[in-house]
C-alpha cells in the first residue's frame, strides 16, 4: 500500500507545501478530520483501528482522531471510543504506535456530547449532563433523554475530566489534544445562546457562555502544554439545535480569547456548513477569525482540493481538514498531488459497526507513480 511520497511531485499545489505547526514540521497541509467511526466496541479502541488510522497516514502528515469521550457521561452512541479508563489508554496505544511508525502527527479529540444522549448511555441510566434542562426534539433516527442541567458547583469537575483525558491521551501516545467545542455538543451549549439559558456566571452575556469552554482549554493547557492543544469550533452552524443569535461575535470573541492561553491551533468549521449533511452557498467567510487567533488556523467543511488549494493559496488558512474525502481516498494526499479521480464514500456504512467494511476497505491507487 502506497502511504504518498511527495518529493516526486512536477508541479508543487498549495496544500503540498510543508508547514512549520511550532514543534511539529508538516510535510503537507491536508489534515484528516476527526470522524466518528462508532467501531470501538464497549467503548474501548479495537485493533483494526490501528490499521485505520495508519492507511490515512502521511509522513508528516496530521490525523486528528475521532471524537474520544473524556468521562461516563460524555457518550451519546454506541460504541464510540474512550479515554478515562486504563483499558482504553492501553488499547489506543498500538494504534498511536501505527501512526507514528509511518512517520505521522495524531491528536486525539476530546469529547463530551452533553444533552446529545440518552440514559442508556448513561451512567446507572441518569439523564445527560448539560448547560441547560431544555430536551432537545426527537428525529426520526435518535431518542434523546431530556438533560439535567448542571449546577455550577458540578462545573469544575467536568473541567477536570477534560483536564485528566488530556493527561490520559499523552499517556496512550498522542502528539496532542484536539477539544471538541463544535457541532451542539456540550461544549457548544454552553456557547450558544439559542441552547444556554443560565442566569449565573456561565450564562447570559457572551463573556459567560464562552466561560466553560475557556476554563477546558486552560486546564488542558496547564496540564499537557499549551504547544500540545488544539480546539475545534464551529460558531455558524446549528447542529443539534445549537444556533447562536450573533455566530460572527461568537467566533471572533473566541478567537482573541484563546491567544491568551497560547494554544497551538484553532480548528474552525466553514460558515456554508450549517448541518451535518448540507453545504450552502454564503459570501461571509472565516476570515476576521483567522486575522484574529495568533496560533495555527485550520479549516473544515466541504472542501475540494480546488477550494483547499485556494484557501491555502490566499491566506485564509494555515492548513485544510478533510473528513468524507479522507474516508474514502485513505491516500488522499497522494491523489491530490496526482490530481487523480477519488473513490466515493459510502455513506450507509459510515456508523456500521463492521470492523472493515466502509473503514479499512476503501481502495488505494494501483500506480506507483
Known sequence: MENGNFSASKETIPLLTPFSMRNFNLSHRIVMAPMARQRSYGNVPQPQAALYYSQRTTPGGLIISEATGVSETA?????????????????????????????????????????????????????????????????????????????????????????????NAIEAGFDGVEIHGAHGYLIDQFMKDMVNDRTDSYGGSLENRCRFALEVVEAVANEIGSDRVGIRLSPFASYMESGDSNPEKL??????????????????????????????????????????????????????????????????????????????????????????????YDRPSFYSSDPVVGYTDYPFLDTTD
Open 251 to 344: 467566533g471572533l470573541y473566541m478567537a482573541k480569547s484563546l491567544n491568551r492561553f497560547e494554544i497551538l491551533y484553532c480548528h474552525m468549521v466553514e460558515l456554508r456548513m450549517k448541518t451535518a449533511s448540507e453545504i450552502f452557498e454564503c459570501s461571509e467567510s472565516l476570515t476576521p477569525m483567522r486575522k484574529a487567533f495568533q496560533g495555527t488556523f485550520i479549516v473544515a467543511g466541504g472542501y475540494t482540493r480546488e477550494d483547499g488549494n485556494k484557501a491555502v493559496a490566499e491566506g485564509r488558512a494555515d492548513l485544510v481538514a478533510y473528513g468524507r474525502l479522507f474516508l474514502a481516498n485513505p491516500d488522499l494526499p497522494r491523489r491530490f498531488k496526482l490530481d487523480a479521480p477519488l473513490n466515493k
Open 75 to 167: 457518550m451519546a452512541y454506541e460504541n464510540m471510543p474512550g479515554i478515562w479508563r486504563k483499558e482504553q489508554i492501553e488499547a489506543w496505544k498500538p494504534i498511536t504506535d501505527g501512526v507514528h511508525s509511518r512517520g505521522g502527527v495524531f491528536f486525539c479529540q476530546l469529547w463530551h456530547a452533553g444533552r446529545v444522549s440518552h440514559r442508556d448511555c448513561q451512567p446507572n441510566g441518569e439523564a445527560p449532563i448539560s448547560s441547560t434542562d431544555k430536551p432537545l426534539a426527537e428525529d426520526s433516527s435518535n431518542e434523546y433523554t431530556p438533560p439535567r442541567r448542571l449546577r455550577i458547583e458540578e462545573i469544575p469537575n467536568v473541567v477536570n475530566d477534560f483536564r485528566l483525558a488530556a493527561r
